[in-house]
T-cell receptor
Framework: QKEVEQDPGPLSVPEGAIVSLNCTYSNSAFQYFMWYRQYSRKGPELLMYTYSSGNKEDGRFTAQVDKSSKYISLFIRDSQPSDSATYLC??????????????FGKGNQVVVIP | DVKVTQSSRYLVKRTGEKVFLECVQDMDHENMFWYRQDPGLGLRLIYF???????EKGDIPEGYSVSREKKERFSLILESASTNQTSMYLC???????????FGEGSWLTVV
């Protein structure tokens, strides 16, 4: 079983729709959960960061973590063509000094159609 | 803002050449990383370093080496480039106890 599973897509939605992305994971020790956005031929940029379970909202973006189900989600409201990108989930263990390797999903390509 | 700069964005090298990929970060981060990203395989960690002159192998270190002589600079070296090393290479950095990492723009390497 892979440590982090993420459906690669692509996911096509019309402009204004809600985009729903998710990842599942196998290691119950993960405590930090992140979403990165990667535009074509660019490096990933940190989009959302949450600790443990719960929700976090930032503008049109909402990140949810359900540790009991080992499931994390990212929602994008009122999607725009500029949201077209690949979204990667990532997670890490409780801080372990000098060794904080992240486990990444493979990324989910999103296309928002005008 | 964190800035991770990869000096070469696009390179074309011949099989057998020695290749240097340079990365500099300006946030005084202790940790630095090199990943490669390939379609269908996602991000794979090659090497990371948590201090000057310290390095640890990641998941796919074969065919690569690294150098960290200064805190802000982390170099990836391909001793003898091969066509299967054609890929996008991403440098990243983080604080020593940080749980998020920050990426550079990537270096696209083609080996012919």
């Amino acid at each position: 079983q892979k440590e982090v599973e993420q459906d690669p897509g692509p996911l096509s939605v019309p402009e204004g729709a809600i985009v729903s992305l998710n990842c599942t994971y196998s290691n119950s020790a993960f405590q930090y959960f992140m979403w990165y956005r990667q535009y074509s031929r660019k490096g990933p940029e940190l989009l959302m960061y949450t600790y443990s379970s719960g929700n976090k909202e930032d503008g049109r973006f909402t990140a949810q973590v359900d540790k009991s189900s080992k499931y994390i989600s990212l929602f994008i409201r009122d999607s725009q063509p500029s949201d077209s990108a690949t979204y990667l989930c990532a997670m890490s263990l409780e801080r372990s000094y000098g060794n904080n390797r992240l486990a990444f999903g493979k990324g989910n390509q999103v296309v928002v159609i005008p | 803002d964190v800035k991770v700069t990869q000096s070469s964005r696009y390179l074309v090298k011949r099989t057998g050449e020695k290749v240097f990929l340079e990365c500099v970060q300006d946030m005084d981060h202790e940790n630095m990383f090199w990943y490669r990203q390939d379609p269908g395989l996602g991000l794979r960690l090659i090497y990371f370093s948590y201090d000057v002159k310290m390095k640890e192998k990641g998941d796919i270190p074969e065919g690569y080496s690294v150098s960290r002589e200064k805190k802000e600079r982390f170099s990836l070296i391909l001793e003898s480039a091969s066509t299967n090393q054609t890929s996008m290479y991403l440098c990243a950095s983080s604080e020593f106890s940080g749980n998020t990492i920050y990426f550079g723009e990537g270096s696209w390497l083609t080996v012919v």
